[in-house]
């Protein structure tokens, strides 16, 4: 008689959707929670460095920038290093707070992308453990934690600037990255992890815990890995489809692009002043950072000036649109498809910024803001779940690093290209999301 056996996935259908996935999924909504607050700085940290630092447009962009360059940097160096990683970024957090000049603080917001760049894995670590039929739907509810995390970040802001100053601000925000790593004592390691390294034990050992948690016992038999596909499947399979996998690194590029560079176009644009509309100033033959030093040296540098309170809760009000956004994508996935979904949301996302372009009263940019940001953000998510699906499972681990990669570079060059912008005049961004946002129709169709 053939020996009963079962897989890592057998295991989990088997213990089911309780206790131990609703705490798991917790930790994991925490380091979304610790990533939103240190990227979510970035949007109300520039007027306080101006006013420290007197930083020219590009520098400004940079403090960006180099979060999301250290992100793409580390992103295939981690692994599964969760508990360092959030040591990681709770010390360059606290580094960025105490960096005595721009170019420290540079470096430490390096430090933090660094340590950004491993977060992922949470996410990838709580699907490992989710029964098929609850994997999409917790999976999009993790992405609310973000949005969570944002609000929870320019509430802060609200309370420390005034008061305190951007350091303690800065420290603070270093606060859930500490709270994750002391949480991720209680996270197991991956069984598929530990069964594709030959230990079995120690694999079998943690799904019993997960069983044991929720009140169910595993399957009868022998714990086995799952059958692999041969290399030589793998590759023949990728170049058949070599043109997919173009499109979605593409697409994948343009959500970075737009995603963040929408969240931070969100601060310039409430910060703006009310002459947001007249006619930008002619540079001929001029860069940025001439003109910028140029006024510096005539003292025309242009007054300090913070975000107002009203402010920081129109940036609340749009940021935690994203969750009603990730709501609909939990459905219209599901009723008119992933393409369709796609296609919608960047359509949606250019009319709303084709509004932004326009001086309109307050309450319609606002408006804009707060669905431009659901539906960009809808469409985020929906690609997580698209390229988890498109490619084979052999290659989904290296295709979604790969995809999260390329969306690094959007997310890296959005905040120079916005600020740019902006500095020209502020509608300009609003004109290239318009751009942007039918080009992914067209490629999403």
Request: glycine letters at 8%; one cysteine or more; hydrophobic letters at 50%.
């Amino acid at each position: 008689l053939q020996t009963p056996s079962f897989t890592v996935h057998d295991a989990i259908e088997s213990a089911g959707f309780h206790k131990f996935q609703i705490i798991l999924c917790a930790i994991s909504g925490l380091s979304w929670i610790a990533t939103a607050t240190e990227i979510m700085l970035l949007s109300v940290m520039p007027p306080s460095l101006y006013c420290e630092w007197a930083l020219s447009d590009m520098e400004q962009a940079l403090c960006t920038t180099f979060v999301f360059f250290g992100w793409m940097v580390a992103s295939p160096v981690w692994g599964r290093g969760l508990i360092i990683s959030s040591v990681v970024g709770t010390i360059f957090g606290i580094l960025c707070a105490l960096a005595p000049t721009f170019y420290l603080f540079l470096a430490a917001r390096f430090g933090v992308g660094f340590a950004i760049g491993a977060m992922a894995q949470s996410v990838t670590l709580t699907s490992e453990f989710l029964p098929s039929a609850n994997r999409a739907w917790w999976l999009i509810t993790l992405k609310s934690f973000w949005a969570i995390g944002a609000a929870l970040e320019a509430a802060m802001a609200i309370v420390v600037l005034p008061s305190l100053g951007w350091r303690w601000l800065v420290a603070f925000s270093a606060i859930p990255y500490a709270l994750f790593g002391i949480c991720s004592w209680w996270l197991p390691e991956s069984a598929r992890f530990d069964v594709s390294r030959g230990r079995v034990v120690e694999a079998r050992a943690t799904l019993d815990r997960i069983a044991h948690f929720n009140g169910r016992s595993l399957p009868d038999g022998e714990l086995i890995a799952e059958t692999e596909v041969p290399l030589s499947s793998v590759f023949d399979e990728f170049r058949q489809k070599s043109k997919i996998w173009s499109t979605i690194e593409i697409c994948r590029t343009l959500f970075g692009l737009l995603y963040i560079g929408l969240a931070i176009y969100t601060s310039l644009l409430l910060h703006s002043s009310n002459d947001r509309c007249s006619e930008p100033e002619v540079m001929t033959n001029v860069t940025f950072d001439a003109r910028f030093k140029r006024d510096v040296e005539m003292n025309e540098v242009p007054p300090c000036r913070l975000l107002t309170t009203q402010n920081y809760m129109d940036i609340i009000l749009t940021t935690m649109s994203e969750v009603p956004g990730y709501i609909l994508t939990a459905y219209s996935i599901n009723l008119i498809g992933r393409k369709a979904t796609f296609a919608v949301g960047f359509a949606i996302f250019s009319a709303c910024s084709a509004v932004m372009a326009f001086c309109l009263p307050r309450f319609l940019i606002i408006t804009a803001l707060f669905v431009g940001r659901s539906v960009i953000g809808s469409v985020w998510q929906a690609g997580y779940i698209y390229t988890g699906e498109v490619y084979p499972v052999s290659l989904r681990a290296q295709g979604l690093g790969m995809a999260s990669s390329f969306g690094r570079v959007g997310a890296m060059t959005t905040p120079l290209i916005t600020q740019m912008l902006a500095s020209i005049n502020i509608i300009f961004p609003a004109v290239l999301y318009v751009v942007g946002g039918v080009v992914g129709v067209v490629l999403s169709i």
